[in-house]
């Protein structure tokens, strides 16, 4: 008997049964049968930007689809490491089940938090005894365990300079940060003046980056969020001046650059406008 979205069973055993027929390796897709972790790991990651960029375009429909393609991923993931005898989806969902409950005692126990603050502190302590439980005398646990290697290197920036800050290495005030990014401008101006080597000037160039991460975290943005708003606000502003170009008859290989930046300062006004501002 279906129910009424047409499934035989309840939607989230649906795609496992799928999932299962997909990789059965006589009936199942050729494909997916010969997929690992490894491979399958540049679709997950394709996955969660097209859901930040469903989030951005705030396009519920395309949301909710996204979402779907990122829980394949997941259910692909555990689908391999069950064929492995390692873990199962239900494993997979038992275990964030208790690790939100554990992380969470003022909400599902009797704890209560003097403020949010508090509970920030909380939240960390927690997962720090977690990463501690974790480790091993062969492996200690190192003082950023936790934060993954592969992250994007502006957000793992961000992360690893909250978590210095935790004890105590940290700036007080967000503005005393600014002379720090002069002083790595100024090493990345002498590097250059005295023909240093190409990987000398990119370590000057990721401190003067590291500096405004440290900057946006103290006060309170999301670095990785914000770069990417602003190249999307870029892409936006570049496309405008493309067709304000070719209103003239005027391609972008064709513009000056005078041109382009007259151009860009109109779509810059146009958007100060229809935003309000």
Not at 11 to 33: F, S, T, Y
Not at 87 to 115: C, L, S
Not at 171 to 197: G, R
């Amino acid at each position: 008997m279906q129910g009424k979205n047409g499934l035989s069973h309840p939607p989230i055993q649906e795609l496992l049964n799928i999932m299962m027929r997909l990789r059965d390796p006589k009936q199942g897709c050729p494909w997916d049968i010969k997929q690992t972790w490894q491979t399958i790991l540049p679709h997950t990651l394709e996955e969660v930007y097209e859901v930040a960029d469903a989030v951005d375009r705030q396009d519920a429909p395309a949301l909710c689809d996204e979402l779907g393609d990122l829980l394949f991923q997941i259910v692909f993931m555990a689908q391999i490491a069950s064929e492995q005898g390692l873990f199962d989806f239900q494993d997979v969902a038992a275990g964030i089940a208790a690790k939100m409950i554990r992380r969470h005692p003022h909400v599902f126990g009797d704890t209560v938090y003097a403020d949010e603050q508090a509970q920030k502190q909380a939240w960390e302590t927690l997962k720090q005894a977690e990463r501690d439980t974790q480790a091993t005398p062969a492996a200690p646990a190192s003082f950023f365990a936790g934060i993954p290697a592969a992250m994007p290197a502006l957000r793992r920036s961000q992360k690893i300079q909250q978590r210095a800050a935790r004890v105590g290495f940290d700036w007080d005030h967000w503005q005393h940060v600014i002379p720090k990014i002069h002083e790595e401008l100024n090493e990345v101006i002498d590097a250059v003046a005295q023909q240093e080597s190409a990987a000398r000037i990119e370590e000057e160039v990721g401190d003067v980056l590291m500096g405004a991460t440290n900057m946006a975290r103290l006060l309170g943005v999301n670095a990785e969020n914000a770069l990417r708003l602003s190249n999307q606000k870029f892409e936006r502003r570049f496309l405008r001046v493309e067709a304000l170009l070719a209103a003239e008859g005027i391609s972008l290989e064709q513009a000056s650059l005078e041109q382009m930046e007259n151009a860009w300062s109109i779509a810059k006004q146009e958007e100060k406008a229809t935003n309000g501002s």
